[in-house]
């Protein structure tokens, strides 16, 4: 029996090796696989962080059209804390046939700017030739064929068609209401300012005679 045994050592030995060797190979085998699977889900991970990160703010950009006597008259982009004077700096700065005097009297340049705003800034011959009038009170805008508080043929203010910053103009309104007034539109009838409560009653009953749908 003891021979017996003695001629099985040298299988059992190598047999005994291949198992471990085996055994070594398993492991390897399975640490590097849940590694890799953990590198797959941090992987995974990060995508999912990523999908669900808010996008950035958007609506922080607002487009202008800046015309009449500037070096550069063009429709540009601006940040929505811009005000007039960088729409003026922008285009290049007023050229020398504007009316410089009458810019300063009427222009609030500290004023914010909005979305499809209308820029114009009169030549000296608009002002000459009447093509341009002058409020007596300060204005923020003034554009050709605008109304005046001291002329009887002036013409009202179509609200379908006027800027935000043209509806400021008007006696009463401020910015807010002026931007309600045009985000309301179309208006079939001057009373739709009431009835859609655009702005109070006593408000209307000062532009009432200023302005028109038509």
């Given at each position: 029996?003891?021979?017996l045994?003695?001629?099985?050592?040298?299988?059992?030995?190598?047999y005994?090796?291949?198992?471990?060797?085996?055994?070594?190979?398993?492991?390897i085998?399975?640490?590097?696989?849940?590694?890799?699977?953990g590198e797959?889900?941090?992987?995974?991970?990060?995508?999912i962080?990523?999908?669900?990160?808010?996008?950035?703010?958007?609506?922080?950009?607002?487009?202008?059209?800046?015309?009449?006597?500037?070096k550069?008259?063009?429709?540009?982009?601006?940040?929505?804390?811009?005000?007039f004077?960088?729409?003026?700096?922008?285009?290049?700065?007023?050229?020398?046939?504007?009316?410089?005097?009458?810019?300063?009297?009427?222009?609030?340049?500290?004023?914010?700017l909005?979305d499809?705003?209308?820029?114009?800034i009169p030549?000296?011959?608009?002002?000459?030739?009447?093509?341009?009038?002058?409020n007596?009170r300060i204005?923020e805008?003034?554009?050709?064929?605008?109304?005046?508080?001291?002329?009887?043929?002036?013409k009202?203010i179509?609200?379908?068609?006027?800027?935000?910053?043209?509806?400021?103009?008007?006696?009463?309104?401020?910015?807010?209401?002026?931007d309600a007034?045009?985000?309301?539109?179309p208006?079939?009838?001057?009373?739709?300012?009431?009835?859609?409560?655009?702005?109070p009653?006593?408000?209307?009953e000062?532009?009432?005679?200023?302005?028109?749908?038509?």
């Amino acid at each position: 029996m003891e021979g017996l045994i003695k001629s099985f050592q040298p299988f059992i030995k190598k047999y005994a090796v291949e198992s471990f060797l085996i055994c070594v190979a398993f492991c390897i085998g399975g640490v590097s696989l849940l590694l890799f699977l953990g590198e797959k889900n941090t992987k995974n991970t990060d995508t999912i962080i990523q999908t669900s990160t808010p996008p950035s703010q958007k609506n922080t950009e607002i487009v202008v059209d800046v015309s009449g006597a500037v070096k550069n008259p063009f429709v540009y982009s601006f940040h929505t804390t811009a005000r007039f004077i960088d729409a003026i700096q922008k285009a290049g700065g007023l050229t020398d046939e504007a009316d410089a005097a009458f810019v300063t009297r009427n222009i609030n340049y500290a004023r914010i700017l909005s979305d499809q705003e209308k820029i114009y800034i009169p030549f000296l011959s608009d002002t000459m030739n009447g093509v341009v009038g002058e409020n007596k009170r300060i204005i923020e805008y003034i554009q050709p064929n605008t109304f005046s508080n001291t002329s009887s043929e002036s013409k009202s203010i179509n609200i379908n068609t006027a800027s935000s910053l043209q509806l400021d103009q008007l006696p009463g309104v401020g910015k807010v209401q002026a931007d309600a007034i045009f985000k309301g539109k179309p208006y079939y009838a001057l009373d739709d300012l009431i009835k859609n409560k655009i702005i109070p009653q006593s408000t209307y009953e000062k532009i009432k005679e200023l302005i028109s749908v038509y």
